[in-house]
């Protein structure tokens, strides 16, 4: 099995530029352990959000990311991309 998350550089947000889970590991609860790890971290460098692009027909992309408190927003029309982002409580 193999997964990884990414961070950007330290600032105010983060962006996640890549969160892949290989097919015959999903569904096991690997992306959500990504995602947290992810926040925890963002979290502990002191960012007060977190941000990422999803495709819009990545359905269990988008449930991911609202059931870890992301709010989906949809970009200008035209393109097949949204924006998950997350403000993060309690960073450092």
């Known amino acids: 099995m193999s997964a990884r998350a990414w961070l950007a550089e330290p600032a105010e947000s983060e962006?996640?530029?890549?969160?892949?889970?290989?097919?015959?590991?999903?569904?096991?609860?690997?992306?959500?352990?990504?995602?947290?790890?992810?926040?925890?971290?963002?979290?502990?460098?002191g960012c007060r959000r977190v941000e990422l692009d999803v495709n819009e027909r990545n359905d269990a992309a988008l449930a991911l990311y609202e059931a870890l408190g992301f709010e989906i927003t949809?970009?200008?029309?035209?393109?097949?991309?949204?924006?998950?982002?997350?403000?993060?409580?309690g960073a450092a």
């Open 15 to 45: 962006t996640v530029a890549a969160l892949l889970v290989e097919f015959r590991a999903r569904g096991h609860g690997v992306g959500q352990a990504l995602m947290s790890l992810a926040l925890d971290r963002a979290r502990q460098r």
């Open 74 to 89: 949809h970009k200008p029309p035209g393109g097949r991309d949204v924006l998950a982002r997350r403000r993060l409580e």
